[in-house]
């Protein structure tokens, strides 16, 4: 009788999809926030969570997969931490549609789409290292690659001190501010969360290396 063998799971193409979505869900924001519409909005957030459901189904499909694995590519926990912090990603883009949504905000500040660039471009760089992290023993690029998203990081700690300046210049109403001091946190968050999923595969190549 033949006995057929267990096909392991492809742990680091989970990965690149995860990194896809968080990648799409960035480039998705940026277009909804470029051609702002009060009127048309709940439409896109309903959009927006449908990626970051396919997201949450593709971090969950890798972790049925892991409890079953005898001998997962890398240890265990560093599997959950990466593909948390990528699902995270997608949650914090998610975050901020729900937030416009749920604050009735009918104009966008200067420095939004300074942050959703930024986000844009973060999550570009953060996909090109998932994908370089299959080989990441022999990557000549890789760590180029986690530098590049720590220091769009730090680009963004900067935006959102000036954003957050801007407001009290202007001497905006208080309720405004608040919103905006929320809404500036989790652009910020956006990019806080690449940085994090950056970290966890420096951490996994220094342990493998």
């Not at 979505?21 to 969570?49: G, I, N, P, Q, W």
């Not at 599997?79 to 009918?106: H, T």
């Not at 959703?116 to 023993?137: G, P, Q, S, W, Y």
């Amino acid at each position: 009788m033949s006995r057929s063998k267990k096909k392991n799971s492809d742990y680091f193409g989970g990965f690149c999809l995860s990194a896809g979505y968080a990648t799409r869900a960035a480039e998705f924001l940026h277009e909804t926030l470029s051609s702002f519409s009060h009127e048309d909005f709940k439409k896109y957030v309903d959009e927006m969570h449908e990626i970051e459901h396919a997201a949450d189904a593709n971090m969950h499909e890798m972790m049925r997969f892991l409890a079953h694995e005898f001998m997962p590519p890398v240890e265990r926990e560093d599997i959950v931490a990466l593909a948390q912090e990528l699902d995270n990603v997608v949650d914090a883009i998610d975050d901020i549609m729900r937030r416009i949504y749920m604050f009735d905000v009918s104009e966008l500040r200067p420095g939004v789409l300074d942050f959703t660039d930024l986000i844009i471009r973060c999550c570009r760089t953060l996909e090109e290292a998932v994908t370089e992290f299959r080989n990441f023993k022999t990557s000549k690029t890789i760590h180029d690659k986690l530098v590049a998203v720590n220091t769009l990081e730090s680009d963004g700690d900067a935006l959102h001190s000036e954003c957050i300046r801007r407001l009290f210049i202007e001497k905006v109403d208080a309720r405004s501010t608040l919103i905006w001091m929320m809404l500036f946190d989790d652009f910020e968050m956006c990019l806080d969360a690449c940085e994090d999923a950056a970290e966890v595969i420096s951490s996994v190549i220094m342990k493998n290396s």
